[in-house]
């Protein structure tokens, strides 16, 4: 049950005016995802820096979000969501001027980390203002348009952030595609006080402890992934990543004993009642690693192996992001309904077989010449993905009871951001590992960043068919539960 505030009697009247708010503060945030992993080879190149840098860019945005998610949602609970959702967009607009104004690397990393945070306020919002909002027929259609615009921002942000850059407007280089996000901000912002307020009619309970421990025990896993650099992992970073390991345990026992005590843990302890759900959080984490790894490696493989622009690289994904946002739409009218979770397994073999044929247009390619079939390639990924995605999130919240659905589904879309994390880490450091050996045996850049993302599509392929095995788990034997939850969060938060 909700509380809903109507301070104003006019603030229904403008539901349609509030949701295209709403749904551009979503687009905003997968925006600024992707438009800075295609600039982040020309924003290091300014800035300096370390190779890893290139990696925190992305992954300084990506592990705050991930890890605040559930927290955010819940002070949107307390406090009310439309109060939370400005905040959150207040300090996402002051975030990205900032990115934009940094004079080093290591300032920028740290204002990412600020626009993360912020994401994690915006986004587990918007759903519940919508329902504020909205009844019957009219919130179907509601959150029926928030697929479309992601799927519209999938495809966008690549080619935007290229063409910013590539644009050099008033000699900003990289700096627009983080003020392209001010105007955007204070569009929402004069719509909020037009949303109706909203919060849980029972006020839930911040668990500090548990979102301090998740945070503690993922930074330790993943910092020494993207430090190690082209040295590889050393003693302290296995350390680190071991104390990581330790900590994130910690947080699991935490959490059964917050809810033994009648705690309100990050997460609900009876979703683990089976296998399916665990399955599902692995096999998100796996998925979505080989997803926003490989996008990073192929931009930075096009601007530094290639040397060709940032336009080139933003377009080389374009086919990628054209085949996810059609096979998603596809997928989700036609071929969820009639042949359900099955739907999964194609998805991956499809995307499985775009891996390897790009493997094969690496290996075929001349240094320094444009592999072209690498776009039917990775457009093959792209369909693969979409054609995953949607009965993925769908089977994931199958078996979920409907008080569970909230906690599922922040769950799932944590693991998610989190998933994005591990793969920039991982992927990316192969990457630039074997591209420095490559290099010190003399067979030039264009060759050893050829063999260097070969290898790393080899182990995103390795990757996936896991993510195959765990997604088998998912699909147990017993009868869903009586009422199907609601899909409150069955797209992901981004792409």
């Given at each position: 049950?909700?509380?809903?505030?109507?301070?104003?009697?006019?603030?229904?009247?403008?539901?349609?005016?509030?949701?295209?708010?709403?749904?551009?503060?979503?687009?905003?945030?997968?925006?600024?995802?992707?438009?800075?992993?295609?600039?982040?080879?020309?924003?290091?190149?300014?800035?300096?820096?370390?190779?890893?840098?290139?990696?925190?860019?992305?992954?300084?945005?990506?592990?705050?979000?991930?890890?605040?998610?559930?927290?955010?949602?819940?002070?949107?609970?307390?406090?009310?969501?439309?109060?939370?959702?400005?905040?959150?967009?207040?300090?996402?607009?002051?975030?990205?001027?900032?990115?934009?104004?940094?004079?080093?690397?290591?300032?920028?990393?740290?204002?990412?980390?600020?626009?993360?945070?912020?994401?994690?306020?915006?986004?587990?919002?918007?759903?519940?203002?919508?329902?504020?909002?909205?009844?019957?027929?009219?919130?179907?259609?509601?959150?029926?348009?928030?697929?479309?615009?992601?799927?519209?921002?999938?495809?966008?942000?690549?080619?935007?952030?290229?063409?910013?850059?590539?644009?050099?407007?008033?000699?900003?280089?990289?700096?627009?595609?983080?003020?392209?996000?001010?105007?955007?901000?204070?569009?929402?912002?004069?719509?909020?006080?037009?949303?109706?307020?909203?919060?849980?009619?029972?006020?839930?309970?911040?668990?500090?402890?548990?979102?301090?421990?998740?945070?503690?025990?993922?930074?330790?896993?993943?910092?020494?992934?993207?430090?190690?650099?082209?040295?590889?992992?050393?003693?302290?970073?296995?350390?680190?990543?071991?104390?990581?390991?330790?900590?994130?345990?910690?947080?699991?026992?935490?959490?059964?004993?917050?809810?033994?005590?009648?705690?309100?843990?990050?997460?609900?302890?009876?979703?683990?009642?089976?296998?399916?759900?665990?399955?599902?959080?692995?096999?998100?984490?796996?998925?979505?690693?080989?997803?926003?790894?490989?996008?990073?490696?192929?931009?930075?493989?096009?601007?530094?192996?290639?040397?060709?622009?940032?336009?080139?690289?933003?377009?080389?994904?374009?086919?990628?992001?054209?085949?996810?946002?059609?096979?998603?739409?596809?997928?989700?009218?036609?071929?969820?309904?009639?042949?359900?979770?099955?739907?999964?397994?194609?998805?991956?073999?499809?995307?499985?077989?775009?891996?390897?044929?790009?493997?094969?247009?690496?290996?075929?390619?001349?240094?320094?010449?444009?592999?072209?079939?690498?776009?039917?390639?990775?457009?093959?990924?792209?369909?693969?993905?979409?054609?995953?995605?949607?009965?993925?999130?769908?089977?994931?919240?199958?078996?979920?009871?409907?008080?569970?659905?909230?906690?599922?589904?922040?769950?799932?879309?944590?693991?998610?951001?989190f998933g994005g994390t591990l793969g920039t880490a991982l992927l990316g450091t192969?990457?630039?590992?074997?591209?420095?050996?490559?290099?010190?045996?003399?067979?030039?850049?264009?060759?050893?960043?050829?063999?260097?993302?070969?290898?790393?599509?080899?182990?995103?392929?390795?990757?996936?068919?896991?993510?195959?095995?765990?997604?088998?788990?998912?699909?147990?034997?017993?009868?869903?539960?009586?009422?199907?939850?609601?899909?409150?969060?069955?797209?992901?938060?981004?792409?």
């Open positions: 049950m909700e509380i809903r505030e109507e301070t104003a009697g006019a603030a229904y009247r403008f539901r349609w005016l509030a949701l295209a708010a709403l749904l551009v503060a979503e687009a905003m945030n997968l925006l600024d995802a992707t438009i800075v992993q295609v600039a982040a080879p020309v924003i290091h190149t300014d800035l300096g820096g370390g190779e890893a840098d290139i990696q925190w860019f992305s992954a300084a945005y990506t592990l705050p979000f991930a890890m605040l998610l559930v927290t955010g949602g819940r002070l949107g609970d307390m406090v009310g969501r439309r109060r939370v959702f400005a905040v959150g967009v207040v300090g996402f607009a002051l975030a990205s001027l900032s990115c934009a104004l940094v004079p080093g690397a290591g300032a920028l990393i740290v204002a990412r980390a600020v626009q993360g945070t912020a994401a994690a306020l915006i986004i587990p919002q918007t759903i519940g203002l919508i329902r504020g909002m909205f009844d019957g027929a009219e919130l179907a259609k509601a959150m029926g348009s928030i697929g479309p615009v992601m799927g519209l921002a999938a495809i966008c942000g690549p080619v935007l952030g290229a063409v910013l850059t590539h644009a050099d407007l008033f000699g900003s280089s990289w700096r627009s595609v983080f003020l392209v996000n001010v105007p955007l901000a204070a569009l929402v912002l004069a719509v909020v006080p037009r949303m109706r307020e909203d919060r849980a009619a029972a006020r839930p309970r911040l668990d500090l402890l548990g979102t301090a421990l998740a945070i503690a025990g993922s930074g330790l896993v993943v910092h020494p992934l993207i430090q190690s650099g082209t040295a590889g992992v050393r003693a302290g970073g296995w350390a680190e990543m071991g104390a990581g390991a330790v900590v994130l345990v910690a947080f699991g026992l935490q959490q059964r004993y917050a809810a033994r005590r009648g705690g309100q843990p990050l997460v609900e302890p009876s979703l683990f009642r089976d296998r399916g759900f665990p399955a599902a959080l692995a096999t998100s984490t796996l998925f979505f690693a080989v997803m926003n790894g490989l996008m990073l490696v192929v931009v930075v493989q096009v601007q530094v192996g290639l040397g060709d622009d940032v336009l080139t690289a933003g377009l080389t994904l374009l086919p990628w992001s054209c085949g996810m946002a059609i096979s998603s739409w596809i997928s989700g009218t036609r071929l969820v309904p009639r042949y359900g979770s099955r739907m999964m397994f194609v998805g991956l073999a499809v995307m499985l077989a775009g891996l390897l044929a790009a493997v094969a247009v690496y290996a075929g390619a001349r240094p320094g010449a444009y592999p072209w079939a690498l776009l039917g390639a990775l457009g093959l990924c792209g369909i693969g993905n979409g054609l995953f995605t949607v009965p993925f999130f769908t089977t994931a919240l199958t078996r979920v009871r409907p008080h569970e659905t909230g906690s599922a589904a922040g769950l799932l879309n944590a693991v998610q951001q192969v990457f630039f590992r074997s591209l420095a050996t490559g290099s010190r045996t003399g067979g030039g850049p264009g060759a050893a960043s050829l063999h260097a993302v070969g290898l790393t599509f080899w182990l995103a392929a390795g990757l996936l068919v896991a993510a195959a095995v765990t997604a088998a788990l998912m699909r147990t034997r017993e009868a869903p539960p009586e009422r199907e939850p609601e899909n409150r969060s069955a797209a992901p938060a981004h792409g």
